[in-house]
């Protein structure tokens, strides 16, 4: 309870500000006299949008499978290959360096590739999506195997523990908040990934809604349709700041302690 | 005959870049199976080396170090370490920190609740088991981390400035606490330390290192009844042991 009055004290300038913010953008509309097909108002895109709900949360569901789908798989890839680095010196000289140089590139430009290579489906976005989450998450992986404190490495050298029961006891957890941080860079990219790909070529999902709305002069629905990706944005890095709460509470009440 | 532990011409020097740090020795130690032997210098003089070099974690430049004539080429795990720099975890609480030795060496947490409460009685954090590290103050940790060397009684114990953050207070209770666990149980101790009155309260042997490149300045056998308590403290003998090695000390400009 205590805490709910906490969080409203602390919350309610947000709340202010955010009301403040759209109040202002609804009656500067007619105050401006700024033309509805250049920038609608707040109340006209919830009208228009209610109008096309069915199509925008379908479209959500679509463009959330390929960013939950995509982000998940490069969790995986990314996780796998940042330990198979940290322990394998040979990767550490060959693949490592590899991935440095693909982290220069911006991984979007290969969007038209990967259409072009396997079509309109749901598999090149989810390729899209796995690319611009991969390498965020690999290589924040690669730093946070190899930061063990030197205290630590000697400490379980002196045990004879072997290195299974060392990765889980001891290497793992203490890899792990860094590991979040690339989670979280990963969540914030998966979602522009989907949007993206889906400007580039497809036939549904919110990206693909927005762009054709916004060519047939309907800014009011594209907002609508951007409305919606921002709740898709913040699901996906909401879950991820979840999952941090409860894999490694003890990191969170340490960076309270320490601010 | 060789002895228990037999360290031979050991030297380290660490190369970083086409920099040379002569960090330690060449030097000759011998020390006996039970023997409480405290390593004493400046910091900077090579004392952690050294240290770590015993327990089979560093290689040396040259030299070796000999268990029972056997030559260590491996970390040694049959032993008690304590690094200068803690090694709790953050993910666990005290106590859970203290059963990680425990599991990192496969031996039944379980089996050892009641020598987990009892040490943590000893140091005065039993009230403290399921706090974690991080709401621990920098001395409490170090007592923490001394539990967490000692729970799996290891017959070798090294220790590296083990009571370096404590108040005045707690450390003359731990000092009076640990020698009477030596006394019963007679493990070989390494005590590095830069406080001469804990080395000369503590040990059977003193060994005196110069500053940097350590070598051996002298070594010298404490001769005074265990247990070494305020009366003994208060000795006339005691206080010339304290004097000779200031004495040795101030030659070198460290003090
Ligand atoms: N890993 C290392 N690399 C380079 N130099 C080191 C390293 N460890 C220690 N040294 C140097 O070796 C010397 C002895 O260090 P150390 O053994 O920690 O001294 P002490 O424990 O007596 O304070 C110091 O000059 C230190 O800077
Ligand atoms: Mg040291």
Redesign the pocket.
């Known amino acids: 309870m205590q805490k709910f009055f906490k969080w409203v004290a602390s919350g309610w300038m947000l709340v202010l500000f955010f009301v403040g913010f759209f109040l202002f953008w609804e009656y500067s509309i007619p105050f401006f006299e700024i033309p509805r097909y250049i920038l609608p108002a707040p109340s006209e895109i919830v009208a228009k949008g209610s109008a096309d709900l069915d199509k925008l949360i379908y479209y959500t569901g679509v463009t959330g499978l390929e960013t939950v789908l995509g982000y998940f798989i490069a969790i995986v890839l990314g996780l796998g290959f940042g330990i198979a680095i940290s322990f394998s010196s040979i990767l550490r000289r060959t693949l490592y360096p590899f991935f440095v140089s693909i982290e220069m590139t911006p991984k979007i430009a290969f969007a038209p590739l990967f259409i072009s290579w396997f079509g309109f489906g749901l598999m090149p976005k989810v390729i899209i999506v796995v690319l611009v989450c991969f390498f965020p998450i690999v290589l924040n992986a690669i730093l946070a195997f190899n930061s063990l404190s030197n205290e630590l490495t000697l400490f379980y050298k002196s045990t004879g523990a072997n290195t299974l029961i060392t990765f889980f006891k001891i290497r793992l957890p203490a890899a792990l908040p860094q590991c979040f941080v690339g989670f979280k860079y990963a969540a914030i990219n998966a979602t522009v990934g989907a949007t993206i790909a889906e400007f580039i070529g497809s036939d549904q999902g919110l990206g693909f809604y927005i762009s054709i709305v916004t060519g047939n002069m309907r800014p009011d629905l594209a907002f609508a349709g951007i409305f919606f990706l921002t709740c898709l944005g913040l699901s996906v890095f909401g879950f991820v700041t979840m999952m941090e709460k409860i894999l490694i509470p003890w990191h969170i009440s340490m960076k309270r302690i320490n601010t | 005959m060789k002895k228990f532990i037999e360290i031979t011409d050991l030297t380290?020097v660490?190369v970083?870049g086409n920099e040379e740090?002569h960090?330690?020795g060449p030097a000759n130690i011998s020390i006996n199976s039970g023997e409480f032997v405290s390593v004493l210098?400046?910091?900077?003089?090579?004392?952690?080396?050294?240290m770590l070099m015993i327990a089979g974690l560093l290689d040396s430049t040259s030299g070796k170090v000999e268990f029972e004539s056997k030559l260590l080429k491996e970390p040694k795990t049959d032993i008690g370490i304590m690094f200068?720099e803690n090694t709790l975890v953050p993910w666990r609480t005290i106590k859970a920190n203290i059963e990680l030795q425990l599991e990192l060496r496969g031996l039944k947490v379980k089996d050892y609740q009641d020598q987990i409460y009892n040490i943590l009685k000893s140091v005065s954090l039993e009230d403290f088991a399921d706090r974690y590290s991080n709401e621990l103050s920098g001395g409490m940790q170090q007592r923490a981390a001394f539990c967490q060397t000692m729970i799996h009684d290891p017959k070798i114990i090294l220790l590296?400035e083990p009571l370096g953050k404590l108040d005045a207070m707690t450390r003359e209770k731990i000092r009076a606490d640990f020698q009477k666990l030596w006394m019963v149980k007679k493990p070989t101790v390494i005590f590095?330390t830069h406080s001469i009155e804990e080395a000369v309260q503590l040990s059977s042997r003193v060994i005196l290192?110069t500053p940097?490149p350590?070598k051996i300045d002298r070594e010298i056998k404490i001769d005074l009844p265990y247990p070494r308590d305020l009366n003994v403290k208060r000795s006339k003998k005691f206080i010339n042991y304290l004097t000779s090695i200031h004495e040795v000390f101030h030659k070198y400009g460290v003090i």
């Open positions: 380290k660490f970083s740090i960090a330690f210098g400046p910091s900077g003089c090579g004392k952690s080396t050294l200068q590296d590095v290192i940097r350590g």
